[in-house]
């Protein structure tokens, strides 16, 4: 089974670039997931007959958004984190407006696994939504997925906004303590591998060089001068079901690029 996510940077724009059907041709993905599509209901007609598919628009227009289309119809679907989460986790409106609110996490459950897609807040310029992503969503998004966990594994993917490693970003040094690769941020993303989710990505690439994302400027891309952001984590019971992973940089439409893996099962 392959799964593929992608942060499409607006679907609309994808579709009048013309790329998302060439590359759904192209990959065949068995489950997609979008992340920042940017589109309420009825904004965007997508046509692909043979998906499901399955939205979480924001409440604001043209911001945000996740999606799943799936070639399987999942056993059941489910918009954002649940409401005692939010309430734990003290989940409420900041400068920037009610994360709740923005369509950021999509679960699709089937057969075997549960399938959440997510697209974390960014931490911004001047990193004033830190304390939202250090005490409030990770620890809950966390605490979501290890709920899930209870009843069978996940597989979650999505934009997390963040690098892990110094690997994961072609200029780690400049870059250190700036938004995606802060201290807050990359504990974040390391309370997920403590907890035993495992990156797909680094069961089959070591070292740098495989990003996702790419600023629009000074030929970031060509030279590929970018960031890992976008990732695939499995629960531990699916580690020996994972079979391939990897990043697809030659696909464009994007600022950021699809990635994929592939499962036994």
């Avoid at 075997?112 to 939504?129: E, I």
């Avoid at 250190?176 to 993303?189: L, N, Q």
Wanted: charged letters at 25%.
């Amino acid at each position: 089974m392959k799964l593929y996510s992608w942060n499409v940077n607006g679907i609309r724009a994808v579709l009048r670039k013309e790329a998302l059907k060439p590359f759904i041709e192209a990959e065949q993905p068995d489950i997609l997931c979008l992340q920042e599509t940017k589109a309420q209901p009825g904004e965007a007609v997508v046509d692909l007959p043979e998906y499901h598919e399955y939205w979480n628009s924001a409440d604001k227009k043209g911001y945000s958004g996740t999606a799943i289309f799936s070639k399987f119809e999942p056993l059941s679907t489910s918009h954002g984190l649940p409401a005692d989460l939010q309430t734990k986790y003290d989940m409420t409106a900041d400068g920037y407006g009610d994360p709740n609110t923005e369509g950021r996490v999509l679960t699709a459950e089937y057969e075997h696994f549960y399938v959440v897609t997510v697209y974390t807040p960014n931490a911004k310029d001047d990193l004033s939504r830190i304390p939202l992503r250090h005490d409030h969503w990770d620890p809950a998004f966390l605490e979501y997925c290890q709920r899930l966990e209870k009843t069978k594994p996940v597989v979650f993917c999505g934009d997390l906004n963040v690098a892990h490693t110094e690997l994961d970003l072609a200029r780690p040094k400049p870059n250190a303590g700036k938004k995606g690769f802060t201290t807050e941020e990359r504990a974040g993303f390391q309370a997920f591998i403590d907890a035993g989710f495992v990156d797909t990505l680094r069961m089959f690439k070591e070292g740098n060089g495989f990003y996702t994302w790419w600023s629009n400027f000074g030929g970031a891309r060509g030279n590929n001068v970018g960031w890992r952001i976008d990732y695939f984590l499995v629960s531990a019971a699916l580690r020996d079901k994972v079979v391939a992973a990897d990043i697809h940089p030659a696909v464009m439409g994007s600022d950021h690029c699809p990635i994929s893996v592939t499962l036994d099962i």
